[in-house]
């Protein structure tokens, strides 16, 4: 699922600044192209998600990622949040709120997008400020990937993680203290019985 709205939100970005910086635009050429790519691509950005519904270990995640508990908030303020003082869950706050923006952009992208894409419908004014929230909206979504390229970078040990989805017990016990915790004593527990001797 990661990959594949990854993938997405590069088509996406990748021709949507085709479309919008005028000298990349005419280097390319075939605008009418790029805009379809670009349409399909943001129409599609959904799609991973919702298959990924069907799973229940995904839907366990989003449980996960849409609950800030004390430590998340601690974590935030925190200097030393890298250190493993404090127990982090299977994700850490940063990666909570990285999922909440991507989200919501996603679907507000795909809201303003799809205005201006059928703009006979609406009206100009929504047609204006449908404009302005997917350009500005773009250009902060594409900051917020640049950092998010940026940690995945210095976490060499997260990136194996993301391919393998298997992560080093001493890397886990720094970064996700509580996770840890948590795999371990379910690993631990006696196998359910059906009440039979």
Request: hydrophobic residues 50%; charged residues 15%; glycine residues 10%.
């Amino acid at each position: 699922m990661h990959r594949a709205t990854a993938t997405l939100v590069g088509i996406c970005a990748g021709t949507g600044l085709a479309l919008y910086v005028g000298p990349l635009s005419v280097a390319i050429g075939r605008r009418a192209l790029l805009e379809w790519v670009h349409v399909i691509a943001g129409i599609l950005l959904p799609v991973p998600f919702l298959v990924g519904w069907c799973s229940r270990r995904f839907r366990a995640d989003v449980r996960r990622l849409n609950r800030f508990v004390p430590e998340d908030w601690q974590w935030l303020r925190s200097p030393d949040r890298r250190s493993g003082r404090i127990p982090v869950g299977k994700f850490n706050a940063g990666q909570k709120l990285n999922a909440a923006f991507t989200l919501g952009a996603i679907l507000v992208m795909l809201g303003t997008g799809s205005i201006m894409r059928f703009a006979n419908v609406w009206p100009v004014q929504l047609r204006t400020g449908a404009t302005f929230v997917h350009d500005w909206l773009s250009v902060t979504f594409l900051v917020v990937i640049c950092g998010h390229l940026w940690f995945a970078w210095r976490d060499p040990v997260a990136r194996a993680g993301m391919r393998t989805g298997q992560v080093p017990e001493g890397w886990a016990a720094i970064e996700h203290g509580s996770w840890l915790a948590e795999v371990t004593a379910a690993k631990n527990q006696p196998p359910a019985t059906d009440g039979r001797t």
